[in-house]
């Protein structure tokens, strides 16, 4: 029996490949991310920063679903008022914008409606969701916040594919693991959500 599952994992993998189509291409784009706290201590506002990097395609013909992966940078950041809290004022630490670069590398499953009579060679659109996988790089430096080495997200969106090259795209991501936390408060830790904006060009 598993010889026959192992033979049908093989034969259907083959198929995929022998079928599917892959592009690749740069894409580039922005973020709008805060930080989400566990406890309503600190204020938060929203900061833009900017992401850029390649991404992959591999689409099966004729039924529109198909994976989508990448390999980005990012920033990602949100302003925090630590000034609201004694535990920080007291040491002259007030509003913060603390950045985070991170290398995101993103594996969506996406569809794409391919079937318009021709007119998809214009424009067809397409929907993806996924998991994001974060490893930081670098941080905003300050002796009030420790961070893990990565973190993982779960993003959607929509988008369109314009001229069957370029693609434009708005999704909203959720961070799933905290992507820092405080070093005096215990259990004191944030997520990282927001909207991104990419157009990504795919020969």
Known sequence: MRKLIIAALLAGATAFSAGAEFRWGPTAGVNISRYYWKQDLVGNKHLCGPTAGLMGEVMI???????????????VGGQVDFGRQVIWSSEGVENLNVWNHELEIPINLRFKWTRMDGFEQYLAPFAYVGPVFNFTLASTKTPVLERPTGWVAIQCGIGAEVFEHWQVSVGYSWGVSYIQRTVKLDNFSSRSQGWQINVAYLF
């Open 61 to 75: 013909p004729g039924i529109g679903f198909g994976i989508d992966f990448g390999l980005r940078y990012q920033m």
